[in-house]
């Protein structure tokens, strides 16, 4: 059964940054697509970034493009979101999903088979 752990949500103030992490378990092939996406309390759940984690390409969401970054770390199966110059806007339950691997990795929750159980970001202003 194909895990997603994510970790590292948490409180800051507006400017601040944080670092979310994914560990991927037993997801084969080996390469595949990660979608990382937020759901603001009364709003539909968002995609806003992606890799293809074979080319490690990444595609963003306008909202977050020049903000947040992904990248992964192979010996840890394990991806990151790194969240900087934050905002109010920002504060969300923070998922990350996973699904078979893709040229072009989607934004839409549609697309992924498999989910974390999310982990909370709060940002005050």
């Known amino acids: 059964q194909v895990q997603l752990v994510e970790s590292g949500g948490g409180s800051v103030q507006a400017g601040g940054s944080l670092r979310l992490s994914c560990a991927v378990s037993?997801?084969?092939?080996?390469?595949?697509?990660l979608g990382w996406f937020r759901q603001a309390p009364g709003k539909e759940r968002e995609g806003i970034a992606a890799?293809?984690?074979?080319?490690?390409?990444?595609y963003y969401a306008d909202s977050v493009k020049g903000r947040f970054t992904v990248s992964k770390d192979n010996a840890k199966n394990t991806v990151y979101l790194q969240m900087n110059n934050l905002s109010p806007e920002d504060t969300a339950m923070y998922y990350c999903?996973?699904?078979?691997?893709?040229?072009?990795?989607?934004?839409?929750?549609?697309?992924?088979?498999?989910w974390g159980q999310g982990t909370q970001v709060t940002v005050s202003s």
């Open positions: 999903a996973a699904t078979v691997w893709q040229a072009r990795p989607a934004l839409a929750r549609n697309q992924y088979d498999y």
């Open positions: 890799m293809d984690t074979g080319r490690s390409h990444t």
């Open positions: 037993r997801m084969a092939p080996r390469y595949y697509s």
